[in-house]
């Protein structure tokens, strides 16, 4: 089985609020109908839905103050609303897709997933469902409430549901030396594994300064503890047409790889 | 804490395929936030959301054949778009309620709830947040998938959320001996027990064809499943003007209690 996340960068427009990109989002259920894998789990990111009102109500801090409360509705009344534009597009292309919302199987300690329900992703699986899950604001143990990124999701997901590949669709090509938006001569790195990620971890920072799951640095963080456990990953760009389907389809290299050493 | 059921009738306009009730769903918005529940916890039922499509795959009777996969899809697709209307208006009266997507953690077998993940419920009521379930497609272990009824989720759920009271609005005074949109003279009974349950089973039917969970007949054995458990519960007319808000701020008897013998 493959899990497939899509950037929150990609489905919308990260610096408008609230504004899906549905260009992007129509051309990529398209990609995934094509590409038709038997057994997928998509993730998406919350882009410009979830992370203004998260960073808004500083909920990145945790569930200190009443005023919070309406915050932490507000969030996932976003994510909501984004999610049903992804299953809507994918339904309209005929891909038998339902969400899974996170917060309702999920509870976080420290920020970290400490019990999620996994059965009815299986489940589904075995009926060649694709369950759809998301960034979102699950309770928290220790802060009261966490913001819960997709990339988390993707990572604790590929071991539980023994994931062949992992694919992480981004806006941009993959894992670059310094930031390609401002360096267009910034080298693309091929290949990450837990020894080269020290070096890398020095040579860049956050992708975003109002992305409050962290940035790419946080993603491969999460696919360097994905790599300890064997299960290799790929950021591709998903922005531009047809590199998903070919992912899909099986294709390596169009992005960065980590793998373990 | 209590647990308020709003029925499918009250909040969308039932022979209208996918037309939700939004004056209906406004007001009780309000009656909610007027009642201030410091524990509060809502279900909702799918009305001309889910039964409809539900229906028309026949969902009723489980997965059996790949062309259900899409009604699967649509029934999901319709529930999360009804529910977020739910949501929206309670947001927008400063309720911070949250969805909680029963079948992202929820499995039956047989049509019966099997296994359902109440820990992220529980952890919302503790922060004074409202949940807010629904009736749903579940994955089913026997039938590959079901419908959940809200009625089931709510009859499940108090007991293990230790309810003090389960309030039903429908979209009638209550429990009546004949259908009172058929005969204008039917008498409320006030009051059901277990005992007296078995005549007033030969007097009713389901309440409207269409409704694929079972109409008010299914509602009442889950009630009545729930006052062998001691927990009271009552059906109110959720469509007549400050009922709900009544019924939350502690008066009885304004419906059918349905309690032990």
């Not at 534009?85 to 891909?95: D, E, G, P, S, T």
């Not at 290949?191 to 491969?220: C, H, W, Y």
């Amino acid at each position: 089985m493959i899990i497939l996340k899509l950037g929150g960068s990609v489905i919308t427009f990260k610096e408008k609020p609230n504004t899906a990109n549905f260009g992007a989002i129509n051309r990529l259920a398209i990609e995934i109908k094509r590409a038709n894998v038997k057994h997928l789990v998509i993730v998406h990111g919350g882009g410009s839905y979830g992370h203004i009102t998260a960073a808004k109500y500083k909920l990145h801090h945790g569930f200190k103050r009443p005023e919070q409360l309406i915050g932490i509705a507000l969030t996932q009344r976003a994510m909501q609303e984004l999610n049903s534009y992804i299953i809507k597009a994918l339904v309209l292309k005929n891909v038998p897709a339902v969400p899974v919302q996170p917060s309702a199987c999920t509870i976080t300690a420290n920020g970290r997933i400490k019990k999620m329900n996994v059965d009815p992703i299986k489940q589904l699986l075995k009926n060649n469902i694709v369950p759809v899950l998301y960034g979102d604001i699950v309770q928290d143990l220790t802060r009261g409430c966490a913001i819960l990124s997709g990339d988390q999701v993707v990572s604790y997901l590929a071991p539980k549901l023994r994931a062949e590949r992992v694919i992480l669709g981004s806006d941009v090509d993959g894992v670059f030396k310094s930031d390609p938006r401002i360096n267009p001569q910034a080298e693309l790195i091929k290949e990450i594994t837990p020894k080269t990620f020290k070096q890398i971890f020095a040579d860049i920072g956050g992708s975003t300064r109002t992305d409050v799951t962290g940035g790419m640095l946080n993603k491969i963080k999460e696919l360097i503890m994905l790599s300890k456990r064997g299960i290799e990953s790929e950021i591709v760009n998903a922005g531009k047409p047809n590199i998903i389907k070919r992912t899909l389809l099986g294709e390596r290299g169009l992005g960065t790889i980590i793998h373990g050493d």
